[in-house]
T-cell receptor, first 113, second 113 residues
Framework: GDSVTQMEGPVTLSEEAFLTINCTYTATGYPSLFWYVQYPGEGLQLLLK?????DKGSNKGFEATYRKETTSFHLEKGSVQVSDSAVYFC????????????FGAGTRLFVKA | DAGVIQSPRHEVTEMGQEVTLRCKPI?????LFWYRQTMMRGLELLIY????????DSGMPEDRFSAKMPNASFSTLKIQPSEPRDSAVYFC???????????FGQGTRLTVV
């Protein structure tokens, strides 16, 4: 079945450092790919998405490119802030069996001032 | 614009008791999802509905769990009898027609003692 694998955390960075969180997926068909963010005590919020190969999703300085050839959707940000500290989830929503979303395990990011 | 509303936000109950979690999706959304989040298993899809009809309940852990969606604006997740291993944060999410991303509620933190 469909699945998402993302790098284990926690990831600890200093403010203004470069961030990469790796994500790879397995899916039949042509899924849409997402990054969600979860701040402490809150639900998940959509951060960015890409719906087809070579699309780049971007939001709040974060970006990720849908790479079908490597089945990857890595999250990047050029300069992280303390306020970016959260848990980041890579996810996919397949085009078969309805629009259910499958999530990766999540990667916790700590940003130090 | 109200988001997905879940109640209660916190629930503490004794083992063996019945627990009912409630969800009001965003108006106009026609897909509804129940997820469970634990440290050990991450974010698991329990069940999802489309137009009030259960489409996939393969993630429901066992017969003690049941979910209903009597109308487009309300859903319940019931656990009877509850067990300590059911302790988790339960999220409800909804999606509008034609959209693939999910909008999450703030979750219900369930503790079974």
């Amino acid at each position: 079945g469909d699945s998402v694998t993302q790098m284990e955390g926690p990831v600890t960075l200093s403010e203004e450092a470069f961030l990469t969180i790796n994500c790879t997926y397995t899916a039949t068909g042509y899924p849409s790919l997402f990054w969600y963010v979860q701040y402490p005590g809150e639900g998940l919020q959509l951060l960015l998405k890409a719906t087809k190969a070579d699309d780049k999703g971007s939001n709040k300085g974060f970006e990720a490119t849908y790479r079908k050839e490597t089945t990857s959707f890595h999250l990047e940000k050029g300069s992280v802030q303390v306020s970016d500290s959260a848990v980041y989830f890579c996810a996919l929503s397949g085009d078969t069996g309805g629009f259910k979303t499958i999530f990766g395990a999540g990667t916790r990011l700590f940003v130090k001032a | 614009d109200a988001g997905v509303i879940q109640s209660p936000r916190h629930e503490v109950t004794e083992m063996g008791q019945e627990v009912t979690l409630r969800c009001k999706p965003i108006s106009g959304h026609n897909s509804l999802f129940w997820y469970r989040q634990t440290m050990m298993r991450g974010l698991e899809l329990l069940i999802y509905f489309n137009n009030n009809v259960p489409i996939d309940d393969s993630g429901m852990p066992e017969d003690r769990f049941s979910a209903k969606m009597p109308n487009a604006s309300f859903s319940t997740l019931k656990i009877q009898p509850s067990e300590p291993r059911d302790s988790a944060v339960y999220f409800c999410a909804s999606s509008p027609p034609g959209y693939v991303e999910a909008f999450f509620g703030q979750g219900t933190r369930l503790t079974v003692v």
